[in-house]
């Protein structure tokens, strides 16, 4: 989390200025340790499925658009048919995408380590969205 901070994809919001009567969302996250991982032994994962006090989820509340990406088969197939593929890795993608203003709200979270600061992620794209808005971006 404090790598979040250090490179601007969240802020800390005082619980004082938040407006608790209108539309807020929080979402639960936990890490995952992985021992054998050279290059990324801890990560964190957000959970936007998890339901709220209302029995209302993130991704319940988000629309859902059409699928823009191919089948994997089909990309598969693809690589059959040139004698050159290119790759490439996108470094903390999901992360990479700036949520405007008011929709940050939806987006918050609270730590463990900061239990008495409300903490509102600014970059965080949940994985319903990105699918969305990436093959636009290029």
């Given at each position: 989390?404090?790598?979040?901070?250090?490179?601007?994809?969240?802020?800390?919001?005082?619980?004082n200025s938040v407006d608790v009567k209108n539309e807020h969302f929080y979402i639960p996250h936990h890490h995952v340790i992985k021992e054998s991982?050279?290059?990324?032994?801890?990560r964190v994962v957000f959970n936007a499925s998890a339901k709220s006090s209302s029995g209302v989820?993130?991704?319940?509340?988000?629309?859902?658009?059409?699928?823009?990406?191919?089948?994997?088969?089909?990309?598969?197939?693809r690589f059959r048919n040139?004698?050159?593929?290119?790759?490439?890795?996108?470094?903390?993608?999901?992360?990479?995408?700036n949520i405007e203003n008011e929709d940050r709200k939806l987006f918050g979270e609270i730590?463990?380590?900061?239990?008495?600061?409300?903490?509102?992620?600014?970059?965080?794209?949940?994985e319903l969205l990105l699918p969305l808005i990436w093959p636009h971006v290029f």
């Open positions: 989390m404090s790598e979040y901070l250090s490179l601007g994809q969240m802020e800390e919001v005082d619980k991982s050279l290059t990324t032994r801890l989820s993130l991704n319940d509340t988000l629309m859902i658009g059409p699928k823009n990406q191919d089948d994997l088969f089909a990309i598969l197939l040139h004698s050159i593929a290119v790759t490439s890795d996108l470094l903390k993608v999901y992360r990479q995408v730590t463990r380590h900061h239990l008495l600061k409300l903490i509102v992620c600014v970059l965080l794209l949940m």
